[in-house]
């Protein structure tokens, strides 16, 4: 049984910083695909940035120049390195990574920001 724990959300104030973790236990093989997505009160869950297994990083433009996504394969974890925070940021983050054709995401972990 596959599973994704992450941490690292909590309060921060407008302009400070937050580092997310989620790890992958269970049965791995490898993984392909990882990233980070969000979801705020009302609204669809949206991707914030993914990382393939080659290295590709993609970043939602909301996000591009303050956010850094990273992966260490050994570990199978994928970190969301946040900056400058805004309001706008607050949400809920999930991780997701594909492992064996199928995709996992975690229970999410509560990113506040405050004005």
């Known amino acids: 049984q596959v599973q994704l724990v992450e941490s690292g959300g909590g309060l921060v104030q407008a302009g400070g910083s937050l580092r997310l973790s989620c790890v992958a236990t269970g049965r791995i093989f490898s993984i392909g695909d990882m990233g980070w997505y969000r979801q705020a009160p009302g609204q669809q869950r949206e991707l914030v940035a993914t990382i393939t297994g080659g290295g590709r990083i993609n970043y939602a433009d909301s996000v591009k120049g303050r956010f850094t996504i990273s992966r260490d394969n050994a570990k199978n974890t994928v970190f969301l390195q946040m900056s400058s925070l805004k309001p706008e940021d607050t949400a809920v983050y999930y991780c997701?990574?594909?492992?064996?054709?199928?995709?996992?995401w975690g229970q999410g972990t509560q990113v506040t920001v405050s004005s």
């Open positions: 997701k990574m594909g492992i064996w054709s199928i995709d996992y």
